[in-house]
């Protein structure tokens, strides 16, 4: 059973799976911050997200950690706000409950006179969240009830959970051309698992759509639907000090694997639609 509460100020809902399974979702930025897969008994199990102990938890303010949603500009690619405009945003739930064997869950944020401001456009977002079993879906829907078409580009912004960094091993992004962030400049990785060796933020653009994380004994299989490019993305250690709302060390327990539509934007027709989705799935 689904139920309406409250995160540190912030109005949220708690998804709860008939077997257990459980995620938290604040309508603030409709902002996924917890995950916790079906266990024995009934129970949920370890969590999965990342959330800084210095997260912020304000309107206005962006939360570091769990799942971001970043629309209609990603990162400062563009004149808006670092990562756009609904990550900040009050979202409406507009529909919770269980579907077979899930809990759902569906925000929904629409353009109004303050999104209007910073950028002229008519734009319709859900976010439908669904836990279940050893898995979390995020689907983000975005239509364009306009006369004019829409361009955005946009990210499911996960921050996963990390016992062992030195250790972790991101598998599937081997020989593939990515842009490298930290250097400005385009390359390719080399044959082998990502390990995480200080900095690292790139934008992959024809990664494969499944990914698996080995962190210590845990496996997650990351995988996306929709979304072109796969972001990863780690402070490291310099970075890290210097972001008010991560430890210093907090750089040592987190790993970003985002789903998003970074390098080309997607361009809507008047009343067009367009869907990309992320997956994660433990043990997978
Ligand atoms: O997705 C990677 C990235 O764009 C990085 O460049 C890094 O700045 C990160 O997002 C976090 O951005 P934020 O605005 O949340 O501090």
């Given at each position: 059973m689904n139920a309406r509460d409250d995160f540190h100020g912030l109005p949220a809902i708690a998804l709860r799976a008939p077997d257990g399974a459980s995620a938290r979702v604040t309508l603030h930025g409709a902002h996924v911050l917890s995950w916790q897969p079906a266990a024995a008994g009934g129970q949920a199990g370890e969590e999965q997200m990342f959330l800084s102990p210095r997260a912020l938890f304000a309107e206005a303010q962006p939360i570091r950690g769990g799942v971001p949603v970043v629309f209609p500009?990603?990162?400062?690619?563009?004149?808006?706000?670092k990562h756009g405009l609904v990550r900040t945003r009050a979202w409406q739930l507009r529909h919770s409950g269980v579907d077979g064997s899930d809990a759902v869950a569906r925000l929904v944020l629409e353009d109004d006179a303050r999104t209007r401001a910073a950028w002229p456009h008519a734009f319709a977002l859900e976010l439908e969240v669904r836990v279940g079993g050893d898995s979390l879906s995020m689907a983000l829907s975005v239509r364009n009830p306009g006369a004019s078409p829409l361009s955005f580009t946009a990210a499911l912004h996960t921050y996963l959970r990390v016992d062992d960094l030195e250790r972790l091993r991101l598998q599937g992004l081997e020989n593939q051309p990515y842009w490298d962030a930290v250097r400005d400049l385009e390359t390719r990785q080399d044959g082998q698992p990502l390990s995480i060796l200080g900095e690292v933020d790139r934008v992959y653009?024809?990664?494969?759509p499944v990914l698996s994380l080995q962190d210590g004994s845990r496996r997650l299989s990351v995988a996306q639907q929709g979304f072109v490019d796969t972001v990863v993305w780690n402070p490291g250690p310099q970075k890290c000090a210097a972001l008010?709302?991560?430890?210093?060390?907090?750089y040592r327990q987190m790993l970003c694997v985002e789903a998003g539509q970074v390098a080309r934007p997607v361009v809507l027709p008047p009343q067009g639609s367009w869907r990309g989705s992320q997956k994660l799935t433990l043990g997978a």
């Open positions: 500009q990603f990162s400062g690619r563009g004149p808006l706000p653009g024809s990664a494969p008010a709302d991560m430890e210093p060390h907090g």
